[in-house]
């Protein structure tokens, strides 16, 4: 326990307290037991559960969610002392629960139901406590559900409130809600010992003591006040009941249990996922320990007369909206529990539950702001419609049915999903021509096999077709028998189908009958205007990061014993500007010569004449942003070897410091300028130094292009092809070729 933070922690308990007491009365209630027990449940929830629970913002304690099951199990077994042997064997097996590590069931409740319960919860605060804001106090058992133990529901109940106002009442809770509303506007927010629900609560009691003295027409009668049952401190005893064991055997008794267990646990694991979201401070509750801490408490709720303890969602949210730290404020609430029972009953018995209600009214606003709905809006339809289904299904029936049938909804969309969206596919051009991929998902059920089938059989005649199932863990039999057919169809109708990453258990041989990687007929079709327009391609979809996968292993297959590559790139040794990358290219498709600042030698141009004997169609000079080796020319770096390099850029940044347009020296324009020159100056070595590859341009069988690549935007700007009509510029005048 941290006690630098029990500055936050007791105020916090404090308010938890307030709000716990009425509430644990009511529950026990509404649940047909005594009124002690709902106490008993909501001491063993502060001060044991609350020691033991990994969460530091979490309140257990009697929920208003087993009240009907508590009821109904109580009429079934004949007597409250027998329900708390199934209560015990409830503890036990939540324990057994905890320890076998079945906590991961919270993990499956998907974000939009989870929203949706604490939306629901805000909603259900605020419809529930409206009665007793305006002093009509039928309903003492705070049930959340829609059907309360009076006989009313939850909208009957406003309809019989307005016809039975307290004006007391109205004014007390009108005036905590300005005080709540506006409390961070006043000084006294400083006071971290004073926090703004006490204070309403000291003020709804000086208010009514007031009324009754000078105005006794607004004075709340004390059916409309706190009302803890008084107790005998000397005769304990008396209001405690013990489990009665000869029923241990008894089946009926072992049914609620599970019942019980089942349930309580749901809900805790539910209120836990709920209430980490709701943490400022995004703390996240271990499902298992908490499964542990509500076995152990309610074991000890068993054995002393208490009613089924879960976390509770109300307690815990006015817990986190108080501004408690850590879960010392749940164990010190506990404390306040146990020690008003004993001495304190006197005073709390003079507290509004109008002030109370302004509490957890304001508190249901918090959980159920408009902006949480227009946010899940935003979202998509997906997203919505669960969460308001399960916003409206807890409103109208209870919480753990609302959640269920909000789970309900998000599984038929994510099964509507899966059906509607089975695969993605996706059309694109390589040098092998427009190749069309249809990848499958992880889990390929029968539900998709009829739009598989469709947009199968939709692809025209004469196309390629790609299956991928790489990372598909399971594929229906269905699915696979439509995969079968389909390569029947495929030959005739003249497709060129692979099918590739099908597990060996399914038993169906992965067909290859194309091979993305270039053939020398491919390589000899294509014209050097072509392969400009692939490497076009292939850097649009690098920008877009839809590049393709490369199956290098069938490439590795497919160029072996012989290479067909459709471009050579000149390019820098710079790590970040790969030809194969930048172009989304595969293996065997570009011939890369890598050196500092794209410059060219002799041995260079061989090398660019044996690119062109291989059968390579364009030469690309690629220069780049930020390159390392103009800068170093910048600067004039010519030390060792490095003036090989520098010494030939140094030409480009002469040529650019005697323009008549020429950057800042040492800025960003001058390092793009002199790179783009030093491009120009590149090409221009070729052209004259290699009479050849000058014959090849102008016979159209080899194309030659500058390029320039800026890294941070990832886009490769081509520059005109180089024609035989621009020959003697280049020749003439090499450096100023524009």
């Excluded at 004997?613 to 780049?624: R, W």
Aim: glycine residues 8%; hydrophobic residues 50%.
């Amino acid at each position: 326990m941290n006690i630098k933070e029990l500055k936050y922690d007791i105020p916090a308990g404090i308010v938890v307290f307030l709000v716990a007491l009425p509430l644990c009365l009511g529950i026990a209630l509404a649940s047909g037991a005594p009124l002690f027990s709902g106490i008993i449940s909501g001491i063993i929830g502060g001060l044991i559960v609350g020691m033991l629970s990994g969460s530091q913002t979490s309140v257990s304690g009697p929920a208003a969610g087993l009240a009907a099951v508590v009821l109904a199990s109580i009429t079934k077994l004949g007597a409250f002392e027998i329900l708390l042997v199934a209560i015990l064997i409830a503890g036990v097996l939540q324990l057994a629960m905890g320890v076998f590590r079945a906590g991961f069931i919270a993990n499956y409740v998907p974000s939009n139901v989870i929203k949706g319960l604490l939306a629901a919860i805000g909603v259900l605060l605020i419809l529930k406590q409206i009665p007793h804001a305006v002093g009509y106090d039928a309903n003492q058992g705070d049930d959340l559900s829609f059907a309360q133990a009076n006989g009313e529901n939850t909208f009957s109940a406003l309809v019989s409130a307005f016809q039975v106002v307290t004006p007391g009442a109205i004014v007390i809770a009108g005036l905590s809600m300005l005080v709540l509303l506006y409390w961070d506007r006043t000084p006294l927010k400083n006071v971290k010992l004073l926090p703004a629900p006490l204070f309403v609560v000291v003020l709804g009691v000086a208010l009514n003591v007031l009324f009754s003295k000078y105005v006794p027409g607004l004075a709340i009668e004390p059916s409309h006040l706190v009302d803890i049952p008084p107790v005998d401190v000397n005769n304990l005893g008396a209001f405690v009941q013990l489990p009665d064991l000869a029923h241990l055997a008894n089946k009926d008794v072992w049914i609620v249990a599970a019942t019980i267990a089942i349930v309580a646990s749901l809900e805790t694991l539910l209120n836990i996922e709920a209430v980490d979201k709701l943490d400022p401070h995004k703390r996240e509750t271990p499902p298992n320990r908490e499964l542990v801490a509500q076995g152990v408490g309610n074991i000890f709720a068993g054995l002393l007369g208490g009613l089924p303890v879960t976390s509770v969602i109300v307690r815990s949210s006015v817990n986190i909206h108080s501004g408690n730290r850590t879960k010392a404020s749940a164990v010190f609430h506990g404390l306040l529990l146990l020690a008003s029972v004993l001495v304190l009953s006197p005073l709390l018995n003079l507290i509004p539950l109008a002030a109370l209600a302004a509490i957890l009214i304001m508190t249901g606003y918090k959980l159920a702001k408009i902006s949480l709905f227009t946010d899940m809006y935003k979202k998509g339809w997906s997203q919505f419609v669960p969460f308001v289904i399960t916003v409206v299904a807890i409103v109208v029936t209870d919480l753990l049915m609302g959640v269920l049938i909000g789970l309900a909804a998000s599984l038929f969309y994510l099964m509507r999903s899966n059906f509607r969206n089975p695969f993605s596919i996706e059309q694109y051009r390589l040098h092998i021509g427009e190749v069309i991929k249809m990848e499958l998902p992880n889990q390929v059920s029968f539900l998709n096999k009829a739009t598989i089938k469709t947009a199968l059989w939709d692809i025209p005649n004469g196309a390629k077709v790609l299956i991928d199932a790489s990372n598909a863990d399971y594929i229906d039999h269905d699915v696979l028998e439509t995969i079968e057919d389909y390569r029947v169809a495929a030959a005739e109708r003249d497709v060129q189908l692979n099918i590739i990453g099908l597990r060996d258990e399914y038993q169906l041989n992965d067909p290859i009958q194309f091979v993305p990687a270039l053939d020398k007929e491919t390589q000899t079709r294509l014209q050097p205007a072509d392969v400009l327009q692939l490497l076009r391609d292939g850097n649009e979809r690098f920008k877009a990061g839809r590049w393709i996968k490369k199956y290098y292993l069938h490439q590795v297959d497919a160029t072996a014993s012989s290479q067909h590559p459709m471009a050579v790139v000149v390019n820098c040794i710079d790590s970040r500007t790969s030809p194969e990358i930048i172009f989304d290219a595969g293996l065997g498709d570009l011939l890369t010569i890598r050196i500092a600042g794209n410059v060219i030698s002799k041995e260079i141009i061989g090398s660019l004449e044996i690119a062109h004997k291989l059968g390579a169609k364009l030469i690309v000079v690629k220069g780049h942003s930020s390159c390392g080796a103009v800068g170093l020319a910048l600067k004039n770096e010519h030390a060792h070897s490095i003036g090989s390099i520098t010494g030939k850029i140094g030409v480009a940044v002469r040529q650019c410091q005697c323009g008549d347009h020429h950057a800042p020296a040492g800025s960003k324009e001058q390092l793009e300028q002199v790179t783009r020159q030093n491009i120009e100056n590149s090409l221009a070595e070729i052209i004259n130094g290699s009479e050849y590859l000058r014959g090849c341009i102008e016979r159209g069988e080899m194309g030659l292009v500058g390029a320039y690549h800026d890294i941070a935007a990832r886009n490769v700007e081509f520059g005109p092809m180089v024609t035989p009509d621009r020959f003697e510029r280049y020749r003439s005048n090499p450096g100023l070729a524009a």
